[in-house]
């Protein structure tokens, strides 16, 4: 069936908010929202709202463990359980439905934002989901990129060459931080990505509760803390409160009845919620240094700062902003509400083949936010494709069983930033069976990595000198939460220089332990014994090398973490061998 007719469209698929794009009569409509979709998440497959919701979807609502919803569905005769978080089905089946009823006609295909720091699960759960949803998905990208791509539309007429932007996306429960480069041709390709998955407007209105709740303190000498219905009604003030100060200097909180029959009135000024919630804005500004450090670049040489998401309305993060940039003016031309989706829908429009000259001539260059890896011997992690790789991207590396005569290996695949593999997060893990028995060293299997345009990795292993052998596996469902993703990239800083140095004495002990199967096998050569009988080698000689040998690689296997020098003195052992051989 030809989908050429049928517009595509872009959805902003995101946690406090989405919507959806479409381009229609030479430009992109952002079709308004009309409810609240996040109806499921969150909630108990026995809540009211959500019974009562299910009368009016197509799919079946089961309780999975600890009451949460699962949706149930048949796809390819196979039944499957969906957990709601993960795969927001019924979010994409909504915004389809919109896009639907806006252009009146049927939709078939989209572009889907997903946050950068969603893993490798997450991103195969939200293509399950759009396909639970009728939506193919032509293409997933991330928030910033597709606000980048917004924005690169609309100023590529003054682009001279090519140009640095950083996208600072604070939104209300997550930032994130970009640097991309846009060239006149229109490809954008983005450098580096990073954030935090904690951090974003509710964090600064939970300050701002907090306050408010030590002044009712003092005023009225009662604690609000363990009233549910008194702290939320204090929270929607302290929101509205927020939004108003980024224009104002001052604003007033009034709430009837707050607690125990008392009214509560409270000035808050904006210089008090910078003072509350400085200690996120400097995180933010951190964030940002170490994007630039990651993909080495000066902050000089950012041409434009990009802002994107509601709170960066606020005057302080603006501030800071441009004093981290030395001055320099932050371009909010594009509705920091809108951009994602406006994005989305342009790359929707051009993957589809509709849209103008400039629509068609975009060309994306995405990254991969986390390191991927093989877990090997001794906790070490061996990165395939590093973070901030361009993708799609394919990388291949060799590797040997451990030991001598093994038939199977287990390969492990981690995602993360840590060189000890159980800091990492385990994707997925397969074995690869069939291998000739024969000398550690002596058997190669190839193990690729190959992460498509949406960013979804699969991984193949192939024992190479038969070539008898294949395995390939995806990557399992078994997601991160965006929290566990930051935790590990900051654990990753924190650790570094323990894992560091775990790494290099790991790796000086397989280098060594290489180095005499090496040496196993050259000894063991029929034309390498000849030429040394020549040179008055003995067969006694021989058995005394080989005893050497085999002793040498028994007592680095029994001794997996000896100190450096007891490895210096063994690598002299193993290099008079070696001398004695060549
Ligand atoms: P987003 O996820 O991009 O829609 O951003 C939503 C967040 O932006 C929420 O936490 C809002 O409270 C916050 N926000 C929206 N407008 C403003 C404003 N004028 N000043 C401060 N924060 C705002």
Redesign the pocket.
Same mark, same amino acid.
């Given at each position: 069936m030809s989908t050429s007719r049928v517009p595509a469209i872009g959805i902003d698929l995101? %946690?406090?908010?989405s919507c959806v794009a479409v381009w229609q009569h030479n430009r992109i409509e952002i079709i308004a929202n009309d409810q609240d979709v996040k109806r499921l998440i969150g909630r108990k497959a026995s809540d009211k709202i959500v019974q009562e919701d299910m009368k009016l979807w197509s799919f079946k609502v089961i309780a999975g463990t600890d009451d949460k919803p699962k949706i149930a569905v048949t796809y390819k005769n196979e039944a499957k359980e969906f957990v709601a978080e993960e795969i927001s089905s019924m979010v994409l089946a909504k915004m389809k439905g919109i896009a639907e009823t806006f252009l009146g006609t049927r939709v078939e295909q989209a572009v889907i934002t997903v946050p950068a720091y969603f893993n490798d699960s997450q991103r195969q759960s939200t293509k399950d989901a759009a396909m639970v949803a009728g939506l193919e998905v032509l293409r997933m990208i991330h928030e910033p990129t597709a606000a980048a791509i917004a924005y690169a539309l609309d100023k590529r007429a003054d682009v001279d060459g090519k140009m640095n932007v950083l996208v600072f !996306?604070? &939104?209300?429960? %997550?930032f994130d931080v970009s640097v991309l480069t846009i060239d006149d041709e229109g490809v954008i390709e983005v450098k580096a990505t990073g954030g935090d998955t904690h951090l &974003? &407007? $509710?964090d600064?209105?939970n300050r701002m509760v907090n306050y408010f709740v030590n002044e009712f303190k003092r005023k009225h000498n009662a604690d609000i803390s363990k009233n549910q219905k008194a702290l939320g009604r204090l929270r929607v003030q302290c $929101?509205r409160a927020? @939004?108003t100060? #980024? %224009?104002a200097f001052q604003t007033t909180i009034d709430i009837d009845c707050l607690f125990d029959g008392i009214d509560f009135s409270a000035t808050f000024t904006r210089a008090k919620f910078e003072e509350v919630n400085m200690v996120f804005f400097k995180k933010c500004m951190d964030a940002v240094k170490t994007c630039l450090a990651d993909v080495k670049m000066s902050k000089d040489s950012i041409d434009e700062v990009v802002l994107?998401? &509601? #709170?960066t @309305?606020?005057p302080k993060i603006q501030e800071l902003l441009q004093e981290l940039f030395d001055g320099k003016l932050l371009c909010q031309q594009i509705n920091? !509400?809108e951009a994602v989706a406006y994005g989305a829908g342009i790359l929707a429009a051009n993957l589809s083949g509709v849209g103008d000259e400039t629509v068609q001539a975009l060309a994306l260059i995405d990254i991969t936010p986390l390191s991927l890896g093989v877990g090997c011997e001794k906790d070490v992690m061996a990165v395939l494709i590093p973070k901030n790789s361009p993708i799609p991207i394919k990388k291949e590396k060799t590797f040997c069983p451990a030991y001598d005569n093994q038939t199977s290996v287990t390969i492990l695949v981690y995602q993360g930033e840590r060189s000890k593999c159980t800091g990492n997060h385990l994707l997925s893990q397969f074995r690869l069976s069939g291998l000739p028995s024969a000398l550690r060293g002596e058997v190669k299997i190839n193990v690729c990595f190959e992460i498509d345009a949406n960013g979804i990795l699969q991984v193949s292993a192939k024992e190479t000198t038969k070539g008898s052998n294949s395995a390939i596996k995806i990557t399992n469902n078994d997601s991160l939460t965006r929290e566990e993703i930051m935790k590990m990239i900051e654990d990753a800083e924190r650790y570094k220089l323990e894992d560091e140095a775990h790494m290099e004495k790991e790796r000086a002990h397989t280098d060594l332990t290489n180095h005499a199967c090496k040496l196993r096998t050259k000894i063991k050569d029929y034309k390498v014994r000849m030429k040394l009988r020549k040179t008055g080698f003995s067969v006694k000689d021989f058995e005394a090398i080989d005893q050497q040998i085999e002793e040498a690689i028994k007592w680095l296997d029994e001794h997996p973490h000896v100190n450096f020098d007891e490895l210096e003195d063994k690598e002299l052992e193993l290099n008079a061998i070696a001398d004695l051989l060549s």
């Amino acid at each position: 069936m030809s989908t050429s007719r049928v517009p595509a469209i872009g959805i902003d698929l995101g %946690t406090t908010y989405s919507c959806v794009a479409v381009w229609q009569h030479n430009r992109i409509e952002i079709i308004a929202n009309d409810q609240d979709v996040k109806r499921l998440i969150g909630r108990k497959a026995s809540d009211k709202i959500v019974q009562e919701d299910m009368k009016l979807w197509s799919f079946k609502v089961i309780a999975g463990t600890d009451d949460k919803p699962k949706i149930a569905v048949t796809y390819k005769n196979e039944a499957k359980e969906f957990v709601a978080e993960e795969i927001s089905s019924m979010v994409l089946a909504k915004m389809k439905g919109i896009a639907e009823t806006f252009l009146g006609t049927r939709v078939e295909q989209a572009v889907i934002t997903v946050p950068a720091y969603f893993n490798d699960s997450q991103r195969q759960s939200t293509k399950d989901a759009a396909m639970v949803a009728g939506l193919e998905v032509l293409r997933m990208i991330h928030e910033p990129t597709a606000a980048a791509i917004a924005y690169a539309l609309d100023k590529r007429a003054d682009v001279d060459g090519k140009m640095n932007v950083l996208v600072f !996306d604070l &939104g209300g429960g %997550t930032f994130d931080v970009s640097v991309l480069t846009i060239d006149d041709e229109g490809v954008i390709e983005v450098k580096a990505t990073g954030g935090d998955t904690h951090l &974003g &407007g $509710e964090d600064f209105d939970n300050r701002m509760v907090n306050y408010f709740v030590n002044e009712f303190k003092r005023k009225h000498n009662a604690d609000i803390s363990k009233n549910q219905k008194a702290l939320g009604r204090l929270r929607v003030q302290c $929101e509205r409160a927020k @939004r108003t100060i #980024s %224009t104002a200097f001052q604003t007033t909180i009034d709430i009837d009845c707050l607690f125990d029959g008392i009214d509560f009135s409270a000035t808050f000024t904006r210089a008090k919620f910078e003072e509350v919630n400085m200690v996120f804005f400097k995180k933010c500004m951190d964030a940002v240094k170490t994007c630039l450090a990651d993909v080495k670049m000066s902050k000089d040489s950012i041409d434009e700062v990009v802002l994107v998401g &509601g #709170s960066t @309305r606020i005057p302080k993060i603006q501030e800071l902003l441009q004093e981290l940039f030395d001055g320099k003016l932050l371009c909010q031309q594009i509705n920091p !509400d809108e951009a994602v989706a406006y994005g989305a829908g342009i790359l929707a429009a051009n993957l589809s083949g509709v849209g103008d000259e400039t629509v068609q001539a975009l060309a994306l260059i995405d990254i991969t936010p986390l390191s991927l890896g093989v877990g090997c011997e001794k906790d070490v992690m061996a990165v395939l494709i590093p973070k901030n790789s361009p993708i799609p991207i394919k990388k291949e590396k060799t590797f040997c069983p451990a030991y001598d005569n093994q038939t199977s290996v287990t390969i492990l695949v981690y995602q993360g930033e840590r060189s000890k593999c159980t800091g990492n997060h385990l994707l997925s893990q397969f074995r690869l069976s069939g291998l000739p028995s024969a000398l550690r060293g002596e058997v190669k299997i190839n193990v690729c990595f190959e992460i498509d345009a949406n960013g979804i990795l699969q991984v193949s292993a192939k024992e190479t000198t038969k070539g008898s052998n294949s395995a390939i596996k995806i990557t399992n469902n078994d997601s991160l939460t965006r929290e566990e993703i930051m935790k590990m990239i900051e654990d990753a800083e924190r650790y570094k220089l323990e894992d560091e140095a775990h790494m290099e004495k790991e790796r000086a002990h397989t280098d060594l332990t290489n180095h005499a199967c090496k040496l196993r096998t050259k000894i063991k050569d029929y034309k390498v014994r000849m030429k040394l009988r020549k040179t008055g080698f003995s067969v006694k000689d021989f058995e005394a090398i080989d005893q050497q040998i085999e002793e040498a690689i028994k007592w680095l296997d029994e001794h997996p973490h000896v100190n450096f020098d007891e490895l210096e003195d063994k690598e002299l052992e193993l290099n008079a061998i070696a001398d004695l051989l060549s």
